[in-house]
Nanobody, 114 residues
Framework: QVQFVESGGGLVEPGKSLSLSCAAS????????MGWYRQAPGKQREWVAL???????DYAGSVRGRFTISRDNAKNTVFLQMNSLKPEDTANYYC????????WGQGTQVTVSS
């Protein structure tokens, strides 16, 4: 059974940084592309970042240059380093494979506010 467990969220001031982690299980992690997604209150879930099995990365325009996705295949974990956070980055953040598999995890809440 595929499972994703996200962690690392919190309340931060604008301009600050946060680092998110997502531990995956029940899947062939090392050969899978992985992504981060987010859902703000009242909005649809949106894609944020992608990392392929070979390490290629891509980002949504709204976060490019501020967020960095990475992975540790030995630990079946994908990371999202978020710098220069803005209030509009406030959302619940999720990880999943790309294309999507299994069910969504609980996510980790990121709130950017002064």
């Amino acid at each position: 059974q595929v499972q994703f467990v996200e962690s690392g969220g919190g309340l931060v001031e604008p301009g600050k940084s946060l680092s998110l982690s997502c531990a995956a299980s029940g899947m062939r992690f090392s050969i899978s592309a992985m992504g981060w997604y987010r859902q703000a209150p009242g909005k649809q879930r949106e894609w944020v970042a992608l990392i392929t099995s070979g390490g290629f990365t891509d980002y949504a325009g709204s976060v490019r240059g501020r967020f960095t996705i990475s992975r540790d295949n030995a630990k079946n974990t994908v990371f999202l380093q978020m710098n220069s956070l803005k209030p509009e980055d406030t959302a619940n953040y999720y990880c999943n494979a790309s294309p999507l598999i299994g069910s969504w995890g609980q996510g980790t809440q990121v709130t950017v506010s002064s």
